[in-house]
């Protein structure tokens, strides 16, 4: 099974950057997922990691330590429609994803 | 229909009651997926597919059941419902099981069983 670990609650301004970092312990490991999530919305995707370094996408960019079981998402240039929850999955070697409870990021003007 | 779609939007229950939510996808997708999502407790796999005509159990299978007859329709049926069973249902599917396919997400489906 999957243990993922991210923080609850995270607020920040806009303009700023956030950092949201998600630890995990695995039973094997085929890739980790961010999505993000807007209240009452389904989940979308934001970026993959199967290597450990960095990933830049625009003003998000994510990380994968596989050694530390660790990622963090970074966004950038905070924009008030950032304001959402962000999920850490991780796909295991049976390639079915496991979720951490999500990360609710508020973003401030 | 563009992507995948649920229905219904939100239902409410009684308890005992046998109830189907339906999830349909066209893009011709191989692997579909069944999630819940409870406050604090993140998203759970409740059964996958991934082929048509085959199934599996995830992480929360008890007192739900899925079929697989196509590629496009993946029902989950609860045979008895409970309280417990309240929650937002999300369907899923993704291209392949393998590389960075990421799964797409239905708009889900608001569930309360009184």
């Known amino acids: 099974g999957q243990n993922i670990d991210q923080p609850t609650e995270m607020t920040a301004t806009e303009g700023a950057i956030v950092q949201i970092n998600c630890t995990y312990q695995?039973?094997?490991?085929?890739?980790l997922f961010w999505y993000q999530q807007h209240a009452g919305e389904a989940p979308t995707f934001l970026s993959y990691?199967?290597?450990?370094g960095l990933e830049e996408k625009g003003r998000f960019s994510s990380f994968l330590s596989r050694s530390k079981g660790y990622s963090y998402l970074l966004l950038k240039e905070l924009q008030m429609k950032d304001s959402a929850s962000y999920l850490c999955?991780?796909?295991?070697?049976?390639?079915?994803?496991?979720f951490g409870a999500g990360t609710t990021v508020t973003v401030r003007a | 229909i563009a992507g995948i779609t649920q229905a219904p939007t939100s239902q409410i229950l009684a308890a005992g009651r046998r109830m189907t939510l339906r999830c349909t996808q066209d893009?011709?997708?191989?692997?579909m997926y069944w999630y819940r999502q409870d406050l604090g407790l993140g998203l759970r796999l409740i059964h996958y597919?991934?082929?048509?005509?085959?199934?599996g159990k995830g992480e929360v299978p008890d007192g739900y059941s899925v079929s697989r007859a196509n590629t496009d329709d993946f029902p989950l049926t609860l045979a008895s419902a409970v309280p417990s069973q309240t929650s937002v249902y999300f369907c899923?599917?993704?291209?392949?099981?393998?590389?960075?396919?990421?799964?797409?997400f239905g708009p889900g489906t608001r569930l309360t069983v009184l």
């Open positions: 597919s991934n082929t048509a005509g085959t199934t």
């Open positions: 893009m011709r997708h191989n692997a």
């Open positions: 695995t039973s094997g490991f085929n890739g």
């Open positions: 899923a599917s993704s291209d392949s099981d393998s590389g960075g396919n990421e799964q797409f």
């Open positions: 999955a991780v796909r295991d070697g049976d390639y079915k994803l496991s």
């Open positions: 990691n199967v290597l450990d």
